[in-house]
């Protein structure tokens, strides 16, 4: 996105266009999103309470795409504009391993023994 995702944004640009319709396809579907600001504005918890959708634990511990971007972040190279920040994402995400993502998989049933463990708080994860 090349401007600030505001909730209002999130909602025009992304659940109604994209996320609406793919939940309507699937009904009993889970959708997860973390606790960014443009996913817990109030337009955006309005559009998605029409889902009626099961709310699952909000964890970053639960949520591997939160590790992808991590490890994104520590290889990202120092940019001095959005073109590059752009390209230097795409060449990241492009060369990310199966491995690295078969990885995070594989690690999930000890993510949620941690998460149940914790009682729903902090892991080492």
């Known amino acids: ?7 209002q944004r999130y ?9 609406g319709p793919f939940l309507n ?18 337009v955006a918890q309005d ?15 639960l949520f591997p795409v939160e590790h992808v971007g991590d490890q994104l972040k520590r290889q990202m190279p120092s ?7 752009e390209l230097a994402v795409q060449n990241l995400w492009a060369h990310l391993t199966q491995d690295n ?5 594989n690690s999930m049933p000890d993510r949620v023994a941690a998460c149940i463990a914790a009682g729903g708080g902090p892991t080492c994860y």
């Open 25 to 42: 396809g699937l009904p009993g579907a889970i959708f997860q999103q973390d606790n960014a600001r443009p996913h817990t504005a109030e």
């Open 47 to 61: 559009f998605l309470r029409h889902f009626r959708l099961p709310w699952p634990a909000r964890s970053p511990d």
């Open 11 to 19: 909602v025009d640009d992304i659940l109604r266009p994209h996320v």
């Open 101 to 105: 993502i078969r990885c995070l998989i």
């Open 79 to 85: 940019c001095h504009s959005v073109h590059d920040l």
């Open 1 to 7: 996105m090349r401007r600030t995702l505001t909730g």
